[in-house]
């Protein structure tokens, strides 16, 4: 790509990294993608991306391996159960050999070092598929099926309800990049990390949006026009599912919670749902729900990221 907006960026690890500009950038590229798919049909012809996952996926591992193919290059999927890495084998030395053969690196890791050391030894891109810090793919492309849907972000307020976690992350050091406000309401023991929640509100205030933290979900989702929730218990976190069943009651995204944010507001969650738990079906399967929207855009907004980082 001539003139590439992400020519400084070999990896995409978080949200954090990127500009405004770059982001804009990325959408507007998104958007050309979904509109016009058949332009970028050869981009990455001959190229391959090496796919790791450690844990479980439906929609990163089938948008990303549809994207490349879509782009004329391959995706492979290395499952951490079937390749070295999982016999011990050294990620600098993975991240070394793979770039030998491939021109791209998707990691889906449980530690965020995983992914980092990946990007500092490999001589190829690396993207964050997920970590248990961070999911900037997933963000991303919220923040575009936000923008699609309202027609922009600046001004907006995205209320997230529930666990602290990577996706909570993500969206916050999100949203001071698209001019959007971010609040977070949890538990007690539930919040984002405070080294993050420090990051982003630096951001934010850099940006002239804000980031804050709330306990009372009700008081987050006031007038927002965004309402996003997340699972309770995360990929990992299997053994404390019962244990955060219990700390999380009261912060299921109800119809009557989504009454109190504004009349035009919709529902967002990254999927897999668990109806019942951090949402109401009524909410999910409700007129206000964008999740299918979210989910069908990771293909788009991916093929745009694979395009910025791999069509040099
Ligand atoms: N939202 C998301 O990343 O889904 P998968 O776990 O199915 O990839
Ligand atoms: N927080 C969830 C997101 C899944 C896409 C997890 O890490 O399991």
């Known amino acids: 790509m001539l003139n590439n907006p992400w020519q400084r960026h070999k990896d995409l690890i978080s949200i954090h990294d990127l500009t405004a500009e770059e982001v804009e950038a990325l959408f507007q590229l998104a958007a050309n993608v979904k509109a016009r798919p058949d332009r970028y049909r050869t981009a990455l012809a001959g190229q391959t991306l090496a796919m790791i996952f450690e844990k479980s996926s439906t929609r990163t591992r089938v948008s990303f ?3 490349m193919y879509q782009l004329g290059g391959l995706a492979t999927f290395l499952s951490s159960r079937d390749i070295q890495i999982g016999r011990g084998e050294p990620i600098a030395d993975t991240a070394r050999v793979l770039s030998r053969y491939v021109n791209g690196i998707m990691a889906r890791t449980f530690a965020h070092a995983t992914v980092t050391d990946l990007a500092a030894h490999a001589t190829i891109p690396v993207i964050n598929g997920l970590t248990d810090l961070l999911h900037p793919c997933q963000a991303l492309t919220d923040y575009f099926t936000m923008r699609e849907v309202f027609g922009h972000t600046r001004g907006l307020t995205l209320a997230y309800v529930g666990d602290g976690n990577n996706m909570a ?3 916050m050091f999100g949203g001071p990049k698209v001019g959007a406000n971010v609040r977070i309401a949890t538990p007690e023991g539930y919040r984002p990390r405070p080294e993050i929640v420090e990051l982003a509100q630096a951001d934010a205030r850099a940006a ?3 980031v804050e933290l709330f306990s009372r979900p009700e008081e987050a989702v ?3 026009h965004v ?3 997340d699972v309770w218990a995360s990929m990992g976190q299997e053994a404390e599912a019962a ?5 999380f009651a009261g912060y299921q995204v109800t119809p009557e919670l989504m009454e109190l944010a504004d009349k035009d507001a919709v529902f967002m969650h990254c999927l897999p749902a668990h109806r019942g738990e951090e949402v109401a079906a009524a909410v999910a399967d409700g007129p206000r729900s964008v999740i ?3 989910a069908e855009n990771r293909l788009h907004v991916q093929k745009a990221i694979m395009l910025m980082l791999m069509n040099r």
Do not use: I, M, N, P
């Open 208 to 210: 002239g949006t804000t």
């Open 243 to 247: 244990q955060r069943l219990q700390a």
């Open 65 to 67: 391996e549809v994207g």
């Open 292 to 294: 299918f929207d979210e």
């Open 227 to 229: 309402v996003y929730t």
């Open 169 to 171: 992350h993500s969206l």
């Open 222 to 224: 006031r007038d927002a």
